[in-house]
């Protein structure tokens, strides 16, 4: 069964450091997104990316923030320096939507540890 | 900004029996809900949906229902087993291009054999 990849699994960095979280999208989707879930905290939305393009981002993706989907089949999530309120679990997700409905399917996550 | 809130943190209940998750919403522009079913270091995993012109859908042992003039939602998981402890999130979206979903707190489901 397809499924969305995302690597690594766990990324520790410094403080100010950049870093590119990776993720691979069930192939035939179009939709993709990044959220995130803060340790004890509800998962939120980060971004959502279409036809090569961002759609909607929240208000925690800031210039800090950017995505990229470089081939046509990775989609990356860069943090350009990173902040120790960064740390958090980061999960991209596609869909193939359909009629409206939004049936998304998510990765395993990235664990961000920011030091 | 809570739009969407799972009141309990956590809910036990004997192998066999009914589980019921219930999740409310404050947005009328959601018009498509899910459920997702998450373990410990793992993503969250599709379960059931449904959309807003509709009050029930089922799959197997887990059905969900829609009460919009209330604007609450609840999954009920019948019979329980011990393999659908896990935290369940509801999470709505409203029909649009970008498919942005609002999660809840979500609930930990313990179920006892």
């Known amino acids: 069964e397809p499924e969305v990849t995302q690597t690594p699994s766990h990324q520790v960095t410094q403080m100010g450091q950049e870093v590119i979280l990776r993720c691979v999208p069930i192939?035939?989707?179009?939709?993709f997104y990044w959220y995130r879930q803060i340790l004890g905290q509800k998962v939120e939305f980060l971004v959502s990316?279409?036809?090569?393009?961002?759609?909607?981002k929240s208000e925690i993706f800031d210039d800090q923030f950017s995505v990229e989907r470089p081939d046509g089949s990775n989609f990356t999530l860069k943090i350009r320096s990173t902040k120790l309120e960064d740390s958090a679990m980061y999960f991209c997700?596609?869909?193939?939507?359909?009629?409206?409905?939004?049936?998304?399917?998510f990765g395993p996550g990235t664990r961000l540890t920011v030091l | 900004d809570q739009q969407v809130k799972q009141n309990s943190p956590s809910l036990s209940v004997q192998e066999g029996r009914i589980s019921i998750l219930n999740c409310d919403y404050t947005?009328?522009?959601?018009?498509?809900f899910l459920w997702y079913k998450k373990y410990p270091a793992e993503g969250p995993t599709f379960l059931i949906s449904?959309?807003?012109?509709?009050d029930k859908n089922e799959d197997g042992r887990f059905t969900v229902f829609l009460n919009k003039s209330a604007k609450h939602l609840s999954l009920h998981i019948v019979p329980s087993q011990p393999g659908d402890s896990a935290v369940y999130f509801c999470a709505a979206s409203a029909h649009s291009n970008t498919g942005k979903l609002i999660f809840g707190q979500g609930t930990t489901l313990q179920v006892k054999p």
């Open positions: 990316f279409y036809n090569n393009e961002i759609s909607e």
């Open positions: 449904i959309s807003s012109i509709k």
């Open positions: 947005n009328s522009m959601f018009d498509y």
């Open positions: 192939s035939n989707h179009l939709y």
């Open positions: 997700a596609s869909s193939e939507p359909s009629g409206g409905d939004n049936e998304q399917f």
